[in-house]
């Protein structure tokens, strides 16, 4: 193992900030973990695991430890004519992962192409795309205690799995170290999902009425590439807020002054609001303050056009709450993490 000293950061998040870390340190396999976590640097310091760097906001240089996640491998752990359960090291690019199960024909995970990130790192926010969330095809996890050193194993049950949430943003939060992750896939039958409605067009512009898990795959990287930027190009971290739930009481009475709102039913009593809309009636959709701004394209995702300072991305991501508080009575949290 290799502790590095004063390095930037800045290859390690997809926003492309320039924050610089006290340690950094790579673990390609458990038992190097185990050792890692007892180091005595790392006991006496702020510690942050990292994966694909894609879902955090580096405020400000790292007064701390960094591990970053690096523990590969796919094997198959379980086979039958109807399904398969792969286990996927942590460290594994998820887009990485998909392409494989798309290569083998497995079905499960295709809505969830081109998501930045690690596997390791998927389930702590249970990511979603296109009407599928990665707790659908989920068995379970190992994920190493950072206190003990333990190796343990979560279900979908102990995971407790929400919308963008997981125990691990709760009261797991910066306990355990995901190692790796065990996925259930379908071999045949798969019943695929094409109700979102840029799924359905796209397939129909390419005149496709069958689609298979493949059609599906594509026409989900087509529209993500149309909308949401490539953070090797303009550094982003995807959707910063979260669409917000409110009251199905309180939905009625925003849409008789904004007949246009859009909402989506999630429960008798909860309707969940796409937070671009109300961040693009605010006026922020394009928005540019010197090397940061607010997408052109889709006004959910905050940018970095290179150079830019995380505090930076910090405030507009505040002075958007702020706005959109005073606008719609709306408080919008973020998605991504702070550091
Ligand atoms: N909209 C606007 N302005 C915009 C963009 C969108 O008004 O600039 C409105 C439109 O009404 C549109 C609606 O928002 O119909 C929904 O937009 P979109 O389909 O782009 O999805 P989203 O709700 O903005 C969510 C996820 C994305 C995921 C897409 C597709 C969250 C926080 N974000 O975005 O996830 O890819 O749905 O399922 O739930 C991520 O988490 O990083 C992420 C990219």
């Not at 170290?177 to 094409?194: A, D, E, M, W």
């Not at 540019?288 to 701004?293: V, W, Y």
């Not at 006004?299 to 508080?325: H, R, T």
Request: aromatic content about 8%.
């Amino acid at each position: 193992m290799k502790i590095l000293k004063n390095i930037s950061l800045q290859p390690f998040n997809t926003f492309g900030i320039n924050a610089k870390t006290q340690f950094y340190v790579e673990a390609t396999n458990i038992a190097e973990l185990q050792s890692i976590l007892k180091l005595s640097e790392l006991k006496n310091s702020h510690l942050l695991v990292i994966g694909g760097g894609s879902n955090i906001l580096l405020t400000k240089d790292f007064d701390g430890f960094v591990i970053k996640n690096n523990i590969l491998g796919k094997t198959i752990i379980e086979e039958t004519s109807d399904y398969v359960v792969v286990k996927i090291g942590g460290g594994e690019n998820w887009h990485g992962f998909v392409e494989y199960a798309i290569a083998n024909n497995w079905g499960g995970v295709e809505n969830l192409s081109l998501i930045p990130g690690t596997v390791g790192a998927a389930p702590m926010q249970n990511i979603g795309a296109y009407g599928v969330e990665i707790k659908e095809v989920f068995e379970s996890l190992e994920a190493v205690e950072i206190a003990t050193g333990k190796l343990k194993t979560f279900n979908s049950k102990d995971c407790q799995f929400g919308y963008r949430e997981s125990i691990f943003k709760k009261e797991a939060k910066d306990k355990y170290i995901i190692t790796g992750v065990l996925l259930k896939l379908k071999k045949h039958s798969h019943q695929l999902n094409t109700s979102y409605g840029a799924i359905k067009d796209t397939l129909m512009e390419q005149g496709i009425s069958n689609p298979t898990i493949k059609d599906v795959s594509k026409a989900v990287i087509s529209i993500r590439q149309s909308k949401l930027p490539d953070p090797k190009v303009i550094g982003n971290a995807g959707s910063f807020f979260k669409n917000p739930t409110i009251d199905k009481i309180d939905f009625e009475g925003l849409r008789l002054e904004y007949s246009d709102l859009p909402g989506y039913v999630v429960s008798p009593t909860e309707v969940k609001i796409p937070a671009a809309w109300l961040i693009e009636q605010c006026g922020w959709k394009g928005e540019r303050r010197g090397n940061i701004g607010v997408h052109t394209k889709q006004a959910l995702v905050l940018v970095n056009y290179g150079g830019g300072d995380g505090s930076e991305i910090k405030k507009l991501s505040e002075d958007i709450q702020s706005s959109v508080a005073e606008k719609f009575g709306i408080v919008l949290s973020a998605e991504v993490n702070f550091v």
